[in-house]
């Protein structure tokens, strides 16, 4: 019964978008006609922004003309979308042509993978991984970042041609290391399954870096005694290591520069990579790993209110978890392993974002949760100003939805 309600409640979610738009301004939220966005665009001024040592990156001799282009146009872009109140747009698949098979047994679960593909050597992985999960009544999603090598989406399509149930997403986008594009994909492969009203009971994220160690007869009876469940690791305790990267993750609020590079928002200090956030211009780090340079920017014109509301709500968890951990230890040693439990699920209670890996198995009901629902829209606001959100955007839905109980708090085994 409980999981019928929560289907119930999934299927209920809100729409698509907040709201109707005009045939115009769905082409500019679709971010497809250029031509469409930049006249959309041009009543916004230009920002001023700042390298890591303080030199505006419209200077010519910087050389960085066209990573400042790329910038302005997405720091543009965001403040139309907040304007209208817009989550980031996800791109639903027709899946036109595509066919599932039959159940080897009745009660067998059905899954959608989804495979998303980047590197030069993705062509030959993610067809070892097809190939040895694959059984005709699953579906295979694939994603081939738009800045992959053209022979790799072409050898690809190759093998969808004999597989009715293997089809590469039709929206390719340009996937930025570290950011919520890392996460978008594999909400518009979401997306398009919920929207084809597909029958299936788990969605389950794989890459272009995994091999298969276990063989479909094996995961399918695995899963079978699992339904309605999420397998979605969670991070519990406050390590050093753990909590300096919710620190970072937390510290600034920012807009992805079109696939590489980033604008920090209103910052005083630049990102902490590790040797402390000295104040911009002082010579501090240029870029956040594999991510690209980050350019500083103040504009009063973009609040991304969303998450600079989630991040005075961490902090505030953060606050609450440690004056409760200091009261815990007042307490002195539990007096059994059971009170020890209930001290430690008191204190994860107060967490208000949630990290933990990015690979994840969830239901049905969740991917509805997830594509529909209007609390799931508003995450994908947060989500989209922060850095690694691959890592925390599915455990903090999870934990802040109806679905929390029914959590394993561990990735499926591999």
């Not at 146009?73 to 027709?94: C, F, M, N, Q």
């Not at 979401?190 to 479909?216: G, H, K």
Request: charged share 20%; proline share 4%.
């Amino acid at each position: 019964k409980k999981l019928a309600m929560l289907a119930a409640i999934a299927a209920a979610g809100g729409s698509a978008v907040a709201g109707a738009l005009s045939s115009a301004d769905a082409a500019v939220y679709r971010g497809i006609e250029t031509d469409a966005s930049a006249a959309a665009f041009t009543s916004y001024p230009d920002a001023t922004m700042l390298d890591h040592e303080g030199r505006d990156v419209s200077d010519p001799a910087l050389n960085m003309s066209a990573f400042a282009e790329r910038c302005q146009t997405s720091l543009k872009r965001a403040i139309w979308e907040e304007e209208r109140g817009l989550p980031p747009h996800l791109y639903v698949d027709p899946l036109d042509g595509v066919a599932v098979g039959e159940r080897a047994q009745p009660d067998d679960p059905r899954i959608v993978y989804f495979i998303g593909v980047s590197r030069a050597s993705g062509a030959v992985i993610a067809s070892r991984l097809l190939l040895a999960l694959h059984h005709s009544s699953h579906l295979y999603l694939v994603h081939v970042d738009i800045k992959a090598d053209p022979a790799v989406y072409a050898q690809l399509a190759d093998l969808t041609k004999d597989h009715p149930n293997i089809r590469l997403l039709s929206t390719r986008r340009l996937v930025q290391w570290g950011a919520f594009t890392m996460v978008l994909p594999m909400l518009d492969a979401i997306a398009s399954v919920v929207s084809r009203n597909l029958d299936f009971d788990f969605f389950i994220n794989l890459s272009d870096a995994d091999m298969s160690l276990r063989t479909n007869e094996e995961v399918v009876g695995f899963l079978r005694r699992y339904k309605g469940r999420q397998f979605v690791q969670v991070h519990a305790g406050n390590g050093e290591w753990l909590q300096r990267a919710r620190n970072f993750t937390g510290a600034h609020v920012l807009v992805e520069c079109g696939g590489y590079g980033y604008v920090s928002l209103n910052d005083t200090h630049a990102i902490d990579v590790g040797g402390g956030a000295p104040p911009i211009g002082t010579g501090s780090s240029c870029c956040f790993g594999r991510g690209g340079p980050v350019v500083y920017a103040n504009t009063s014109r973009l609040h991304l209110r969303e998450a600079r509301a989630a991040m005075t709500a961490e902090a505030a968890s953060r606050a609450a978890m440690e004056a409760r951990e200091a009261a815990t230890e007042a307490e002195g040693e539990p007096a059994s392993e059971a009170v020890r439990r209930a001290r430690e699920a008191a204190l994860e209670s107060l967490r208000y974002l949630h990290t933990g890996s990015q690979w994840v198995v969830v239901d049905r009901a969740f991917c509805h949760y997830l594509a529909k629902d209007e609390r799931a829209m508003r995450w994908r606001k947060v989500f989209a100003a922060r850095f690694l959100a691959d890592e925390s955007f599915v455990q903090t839905v999870l934990m802040h939805s109806p679905f929390a109980y029914l959590g394993l708090r561990g990735a499926l085994p591999r």
